[in-house]
Structure formats: structure tokens, C-alpha cells
């Protein structure tokens, strides 16, 4: 069995930086793509960023020049780096990935961690 941990989220001003942290455990052959999801009250669950394998990133349009996803495969560990937060950045943010383990592959999510940006 394969989970994720998350940790990193809070309450910040804006303008105001975080870094998201999510780590996976269990029996893992590899991971693919990782990525990070927010869903804000009354809203559907949206992609934030993705990285794969290979360290090729995408961005949401919102987040771009403000966020920076990194992984380190070492640690099966994916970052989230939050800069020049807004209060729109106010969500319940989850990491997942795309992992292999020894007999099959799994899409795995992480419990969610709030981030709150308000004065």
C-alpha cells in the first residue's frame, strides 16, 4: 500500500510565501507524474502544477511566475514553492502521483493540507 503525507500548509498574508511538501511510502518501484490540486470551497478540484519524471513542468495559468513545483525521486518527495500568495490562492491543496510498484500501478492522493492567505 502506497500513501502520501502532506505537510507545509498554514495561514499567510498575502504577498506572503509556503512550500507544500507531500511524500510517498510503502513499496515503490517508481513514480511518474506528480502534481498538485486545490479545491476552494464551492469550487471543483483544479490542477495547480505537474512535474514528470523527467522534471518537465506545466503550470496553471493562475499560478504561473508564482509557484514552482520540484521533486526529489531520492526521497519520493514532491515540493510545492508558494510566492506572492493571494487571498484566490485560499484552498485545500493535494498532491498526487502516478506510482509503480512491484505488481501494478496506482493513482494515489494525499489527505490535503489547508492554505489559508488572508490579512
Known amino acids: 500500500q502506497v500513501q502520501l503525507v502532506e505537510s507545509g500548509g498554514g495561514l499567510v498574508q498575502p504577498g506572503g510565501s509556503l512550500r507544500l511538501s507531500c511524500a510517498a511510502s510503502?513499496?515503490?518501484?517508481?513514480?511518474?507524474?506528480m502534481g498538485w490540486y486545490r479545491q476552494a470551497p464551492g469550487n471543483q478540484r483544479e490542477l495547480v502544477a505537474v512535474i514528470t519524471s523527467v522534471g518537465s513542468t506545466n503550470y496553471a495559468d493562475s499560478v504561473k511566475g508564482r509557484f514552482t513545483i520540484s521533486r526529489d525521486n531520492a526521497k519520493n518527495t514532491v515540493y510545492l514553492q508558494m510566492n506572492s500568495l493571494k487571498p484566490e490562492d485560499t484552498a485545500v491543496y493535494y498532491c498526487?502521483?502516478?506510482?509503480?510498484?512491484?505488481?501494478?500501478?496506482?493513482?494515489?492522493w494525499g489527505q490535503g493540507t489547508p492554505v489559508t492567505v488572508s490579512a
Open positions: 498526487n502521483m502516478a506510482v509503480e510498484t512491484f505488481t501494478r500501478n496506482l493513482e494515489v
Open positions: 510503502g513499496i515503490i518501484f517508481s513514480i511518474n507524474a
